[in-house]
T-cell receptor, first 117, second 113 residues
Framework: KQEVTQIPAALSVPEGENLVLNCSFT??????LQWFRQDPGKGLTSLLL?????REQTSGRLNASLDKSSGRSTLYIAASQPGDSATYLC????????????????FGQGTILTVHP | GAGVSQTPSNKVTEKGKYVELRCDPI?????LYWYRQSLGQGPEFLIY????????DSGLPNDRFFAVRPEGSVSTLKIQRTERGDSAMYLC???????????FGPGTRLTVL
């Protein structure tokens, strides 16, 4: 059974710092990995999706890397801002025989990020 | 274009009552997913539809939970004889197909008193 772990559980940084959020998964047979942001009491906003054949994806100040063989992904946030404060979730989908995926996401518990002015 | 929408945004009900939660996916998305999120936890998978059919309902916790998608667009999650433990945020997501990025709705916060 796939298990996804996110470290740290919470992180507080001053504005302007670069930071790294970590995600690990136990089963390397993944189809893709997705990073999400969730504001309190709200739904999830997709940030980046990395296919299993890719090593990284970038969007603005965000960069996500994937090392499938070691079961790890990192989300790098450059020049953090108070508006980045939220819970960040990573999730993976399973790759089945024949390379198919049903898209069912298995989530970690999230990292609560606080960026203070 | 319009994103995934869910109604109601909040639902308060009493133990033992029946509730329906609705999800409107992004137009043209064939894959639709329901997840449940308890406070402080990541979302957990409930059920996946490809078109009108439930391709994977392995996450439904028991037979009080049922979901339909009769025309391959809107989906309704139905919970019978609600229990206090059903209180959670119910999230719906859709994607072009099961291989692509999932887009989530704002969720329905269900509270069972």
């Amino acid at each position: 059974k796939q298990e996804v772990t996110q470290i740290p559980a919470a992180l507080s940084v001053p504005e302007g710092e670069n930071l790294v959020l970590n995600c690990s998964f136990t089963d390397s047979a993944i189809y893709n990995l997705q990073w999400f942001r969730q504001d309190p009491g709200k739904g999830l906003t997709s940030l980046l999706l990395i296919q299993s054949s890719q090593r990284e994806q970038t969007s603005g100040r965000l960069n996500a890397s994937l090392d499938k063989s070691s079961g790890r992904s990192t989300l790098y946030i450059a020049a953090s801002q108070p508006g980045d404060s939220a819970t960040y979730l990573c999730a993976v989908t399973r790759r089945y025989a024949g390379g198919t995926s049903y898209g069912k996401l298995t989530f970690g518990q999230g990292t609560i990020l606080t960026v203070h002015p | 274009g319009a994103g995934v929408s869910q109604t109601p945004s909040n639902k308060v009900t009493e133990k033992g009552k029946y509730v329906e939660l609705r999800c409107d996916p992004i137009s043209g998305h064939t894959a639709l997913y329901w997840y449940r999120q308890s406070l402080g936890q990541g979302p957990e998978f409930l059920i996946y539809f490809q078109g009108t059919g439930a391709a994977d309902d392995s996450g439904l916790p028991n037979d009080r939970f049922f979901a339909v998608r009769p025309e391959g667009s809107v989906s309704t999650l139905k919970i019978q004889r609600t229990e206090r433990g059903d209180s959670a945020m119910y999230l719906c997501a859709s994607s072009r197909d099961s291989y692509n990025e999932q887009f989530f709705g704002p969720g329905t916060r269900l509270t069972v008193l």
